[in-house]
């Protein structure tokens, strides 16, 4: 994939739990790697790797990626992040994170709220997961994910064709806590209620 700021050449997820495997701090693949690792299959294409993390954590995040080019995607602007606070209010949500090998972009890192005990969803913090809830774990491979019913919540916002095709693929196989979850945090008669099971 190629954009205005260069090219990207994400890692394979392999190569992105290598790297995070002994990280200090609790992280998580998001966006369409977490909905294929919960189904164990495949059934797209993906333009970049989704790593997520807590935004309190950041610092641990730039001490983890010393050997990384690392910029604050926010505003449609790309700025040079060196492990100062990323901030909320200014919707830094994001890093695009490249090594020095290329050049391109390898990994999008996207910046979650939580506390010790919960996940929160950023754009409405009176929605809340245990981390047990929120977190999930991959089998047999143990790859910790966002569940599904949480990234197809952060999916429903500007919905692309993708996402529609990544709903019509996952909400069937949500449990009904999931599902139950997802649909009350989604406006009534939702479009994707027809996938409900």
């Known amino acids: 994939m190629a954009d205005g700021y260069g090219l990207w050449q994400p890692l394979s997820l392999e190569q992105a739990v290598a790297l995070f495997r002994d990280a200090p701090f609790r992280w998580w693949v998001s966006g369409g790697h977490a909905l294929e690792l919960h189904a164990a299959r495949s059934w797209r294409d ?17 001490s983890l990626l010393t050997d990384w080019d690392i910029h604050i995607a926010a505003a449609g602007l790309l700025s040079p992040w060196f492990g100062q606070t990323l901030s909320a209010a200014a919707h830094q949500n994001n890093l695009w994170a ?5 050049g ?4 999008d890192l996207t910046i979650s709220e939580g506390n010790e005990r919960e996940w929160i969803f950023r754009r409405d913090p009176e929605i ?8 999930l774990h991959s089998k047999p ?3 910790p994910y966002l569940a599904p019913h949480l990234q197809l ?29 997802l649909f ?14």
Do not use: M, Y
């Not at 993906?46 to 730039?62: G, Y």
């Open 141 to 143: 491979t143990g790859i």
């Open 184 to 197: 009350a945090a989604l406006p009534p008669n939702d479009p994707w209620t027809e996938h409900r099971k």
């Open 104 to 107: 391109s972009w390898r990994l």
């Open 128 to 135: 809340r997961q245990r981390w047990s809830d929120a977190v």
């Open 46 to 62: 993906h333009d970049d790797l989704d790593v997520s993390f807590c935004r309190v954590d950041a610092p641990l995040v730039r």
């Open 98 to 102: 490249r090594d020095w090998t290329n």
């Open 153 to 181: 919540l952060f999916k429903a916002k500007g919905r692309r064709r993708k996402d529609d095709i990544d709903a019509a693929e996952v909400i069937p196989i949500l449990s009904e806590a999931q599902a139950d979850f």
